[in-house]
């Protein structure tokens, strides 16, 4: 067997999957039987290994494809290794060379466009230069930047000053254009979260099978984004695709005439829809080609697929670029406001820096999430072993041993029965412990206007009372083991939270076919948490009785209001619901309401039952806490407030990846989005619906 493997781009995104395709060519006399083992590794530091589904291979070329998870790496190739083996009944044959898998950065974001196109000819130059203003480099400021502060402004040390006026600045972020070729077209949501934005060519178009619109239709209301290109002519399944995104509930708003041509209005070029949690673009491939876009248009398509915050749009149509200068306000006020007398230059310097960073609240999670208390040895069986124990070295062996004038034997019997008795301790402690083990679900749906789910998140905690193997099976979605130490420190609630370790769990295992039926089996040592989640395209249906398409933006805009949806959740879920809504305001700091459960707010809000809504601020020694600026996980979930990319986007397309950042939705600098969100906290799970409500004016 001699093996290659094929990747479609050499710089995939950098927090979603990766699928790659292995290339055997076997000389065999007969059938060879078994299955391939893939080590997945960067140095020293692994990243799991992935056993494929039993597979029979006759003398020839096969093409084994295979999806893994999203994996970073530090270095600057941006590139894993790959161990292979392929393991039959009968022996084990390890390939010898290691394989180099093109993977995403820890420090340098990679955005991906995917364009969906036979390319059995090169596209026109207008359609290219077309795509090119697609990419987020034909959006941003051109790098490096200078930035010019005023001292009078930011009162630190001149040196800081000085140091941030003459160092340039790096946004640190790349856009791909990955061509998808017919025989790779998605047939599945998460196939799509390769990408960012999926451009789909009117040849392109004409080529997709309803199962490949059916996954991009999905992965678009899971909150993806979308560029349709199109011709006048199109198929059956094309046009219930393109009235599918457009979710217009009075009819169809595209149809065809006598000719089987779109019947749409000539002045209409371009047309803007959200779709689910996502959006999408259809434009006419005549208007493209004729240069028939206004500047408006050309403006508004990057704007409206990259999720643009709303207090950038006066800026960007104006420049058609982002305003850079907005970030650099905003970290002096951040500065002015926590009244820092000393600026950590490295923060100064990440300015516009656009890499992944972890939130700071995430510790919330693990808190909500950890056991009360664990299986332990009942203390009747406790109490019965001692009593036996002290029976048995005390009176019994006295007058066993005298019966028989065997008390010399004492030294012998005495330390043989502390030892027998030491097992069955010991048998019967893990007996308890063996099947002692937690696994507390927290489970996020995301709903549209109307209240349909458009997508599932299982954040997983595991938590053993002895060391062992944990299998978690997944179907019809992507796993990804998570660091709970990148998120923030877990809150004193009780004691499990202290002086927990900060990564012991080993690499995964996983065994099938991801992203469709597989296991995955983990090595968890005692005492110590572990997250996993889990993003399924295809979520389960409501079982509950609230109605969620009865929800007004009227209801919202009123305490009254509020308080009746406040008083229908609890009568649907429970006096244990939370509510909190959210809504963008124009001065950028969105507005929320929060209706926690019975009881004192004041015990609510410090309350271990409530950690995912508590306020959560490291306190720096020598600086004041800023209270006002106090933010939950549940704020972080909703409405991502920080520096970096979600200064400049709402949101960013579905990945799976090991962060949270593809959860954030709310715009919070535009007044006519709103976010309804229900909390509804359980024994063994947690749930958090989020319903998004966009106004059009």
Not at 233 to 251: C, H, I, T, Y
Not at 316 to 328: I, T
Request: proline fraction near 6%.
């Amino acid at each position: 067997m001699t093996v290659d493997i094929h990747q479609q781009t050499q710089f995939p995104k950098g927090d979603g999957p990766i699928a790659f395709v292995w290339q055997c060519s076997v000389s065999t006399t007969g059938l060879l039987e078994g299955y391939f083992l893939v080590t997945a590794h960067d140095g020293m530091e692994p990243f799991g290994q992935f056993r494929s589904n039993d597979v029979a291979l006759h003398s020839g070329f096969h093409e084994i494809p295979m999806l893994l998870p999203p994996i970073k790496v530090d270095n600057n190739y941006s590139e894993a290794k790959l161990k292979l083996s392929f393991i039959t009944s009968e022996r084990r044959y390890d390939i010898k060379k290691e394989y180099t898998l093109r993977v995403g950065r820890t420090f340098q974001r990679t955005f991906a466009l995917g364009i969906c196109d036979p390319f059995d000819s090169n596209l026109s130059q207008v359609t290219k230069d077309f795509l090119d203003t697609l990419k987020f480099e034909s959006i941003s400021p051109n790098t490096p930047i200078r930035v010019q502060i005023d001292p009078k402004t930011l009162q630190v040390h001149s040196s800081i000053i000085s140091l941030i006026n003459n160092q340039s600045m790096s946004l640190n972020a790349n856009t791909v254009s990955i061509h998808i070729l017919s025989d790779e077209f998605p047939q599945l949501p998460i196939d799509c979260h390769q990408y960012d934005i999926m451009i789909i060519t009117p040849r392109g178009f004409d080529l997709l099978e309803s199962r490949h619109l059916k996954a991009i239709h999905q992965w678009v209301r899971s909150g993806g984004s979308l560029c349709l290109i199109t011709g006048t002519m199109v198929g059956p399944s094309q046009l219930k695709f393109m009235n599918e995104l457009s979710e217009d509930e009075a009819g169809s708003p595209f149809l065809l005439n006598s000719e089987g041509k779109l019947d749409i209005d000539p002045a209409s070029q371009v047309w803007f829809q959200r779709t689910g949690w996502g959006r999408s673009v259809i434009v006419l491939s005549e208007s493209i080609e004729k240069d028939l876009l206004s500047k408006q248009e050309k403006i508004q398509i990057p704007f409206f697929l990259w999720k643009i915050r709303e207090s950038q749009r006066n800026y960007f149509e104006k420049e058609n670029k982002w305003d850079y200068q907005a970030l650099v306000n905003d970290f002096i006020k951040t500065q002015q406001s926590s009244n820092y007398r000393h600026v950590d230059p490295y923060s100064a310097r990440q300015i516009l820096n656009l890499n992944y960073r972890p939130i700071n609240t995430g510790g919330a999670v693990v808190t909500d999430l950890m056991p009360s208390e664990m299986r332990i040895v009942p203390t009747w069986i406790i109490a019965s072993i001692l009593f036996s124990y002290v029976l048995l070295v005390g009176p019994g062996e006295y007058f066993i041993l005298g019966k028989f004038k065997l008390r010399r034997f004492t030294w012998i019997t005495f330390p043989f029965i502390s030892i027998c008795f030491a097992v069955f301790v010991f048998m019967i402690s893990n007996y308890f412990m063996q099947t002692s083990y937690e696994r507390k679900n927290l489970t996020i749906l995301d709903l549209d206007a109307q209240g349909k789910p458009v997508k599932e998140n299982n954040i997983e905690l595991l938590f053993t009372g002895s060391y062992q193997t944990i299998e978690t099976k997944v179907k019809s979605g992507l796993f990804s083991a998570l660091n709970q130490s990148e998120f923030g420190m877990t809150q004193n609630y009780n004691v499990y939270n202290r002086n927990i370790p900060p990564a012991l769990v080993g690499p995964p295992f996983y065994s099938g076919s991801i992203p469709t039926q597989y296991s995955v089996l983990q090595k968890m040592p005692q005492w110590t948490p572990q997250l996993n989640r889990i993003i399924s395209n295809y979520p389960t249906e409501l079982q509950t009785g609230f109605d969620w398409s009865s929800i007004q933006v009227t209801e919202l805009n009123s305490e009254q209001g509020r308080q009746k949806i406040r008083n229908q959740v609890y009568q649907a879920f429970g006096d244990k619901a939370l509510l909190l809504i959210y809504q963008g305001a124009s001065g950028g700091k969105a507005k929320d309401y929060r209706y926690l459960s019975t009881g004192s707010n004041t015990q609510a809000r410090y309350s271990r039952a409530n950690a995912l809504v508590n306020p959560v601020m490291p306190h720096y020694p020598g600086r004041p806490v800023d209270r006002q600026n106090q933010r939950s996980f549940m704020d972080d979930l909703c409405v991502r407030n920080q520096s970096g990319l979600f200064q400049i986007v709402t949101q960013t397309s579905p990945s799976g990846g090991k962060s949270y950042e593809d959860l954030s939705i709310l715009d919070p600098t535009d007044p006519r989005q709103w976010l309804v969100v229900i909390y509804v906290p359980g024994d063994t799970k947690d749930t958090i619906y989020r319903q998004l409500i966009v106004t059009k004016s």
